[in-house]
């Protein structure tokens, strides 16, 4: 079990910056796979970057050279570095973790989340 809890989100212009949070409760952040996905109004969530908890990590191709995922096991918590904010990212934004015992990575999606926060509202206007 692990409660996870983002923060970070808000309204940019674009070309702007946002660093999302997640903080992790209840467990290690150690024991798990992590990944952030976004659901935009009208659309199915996809998975933006996901990391092992290694610091291997991968992204959509949409985000690639823009956003960084990154860990701190010690804090417990995930971190979503977005650069160059287009108004296409507008979305809300989840982390999610799988245990590490069973977990994988596609294309910049965390493969099969058993957990979920409950979201922060990315907005970027121009």
């Known amino acids: 079990q692990v409660q996870l809890g983002e923060s970070g989100g808000g309204s940019v212009q674009v070309g702007g910056s946002l660093n999302l949070s997640c903080a992790t409760s209840?467990?290690?952040?150690?024991?798990?796979?992590m990944g952030w996905f976004r659901q935009a109004p009208g659309k199915e969530r996809e998975g933006v970057a996901a990391?092992?908890?290694?610091?291997?990590?991968e992204y959509v191709d949409s985000v690639k050279g823009r956003f960084t995922i990154s860990r701190d096991n010690r804090r417990n918590t995930l971190y979503l570095q977005m650069n160059s904010l287009k108004p296409e990212d507008t979305a809300m934004y989840y982390c999610?973790?799988?245990?590490?015992?069973?977990?994988?990575?596609?294309?910049?999606?965390?493969?099969?989340?058993?957990?979920w926060g409950q979201g922060t509202q990315v907005t970027v206007s121009s």
């Open positions: 999610a973790a799988k245990s590490r015992i069973s977990c994988s990575m596609r294309r910049g999606t965390l493969m099969g989340p058993d957990y």
């Open positions: 209840g467990n290690t952040l150690n024991n798990f796979c």
């Open positions: 990391i092992f908890p290694d610091g291997e990590a």
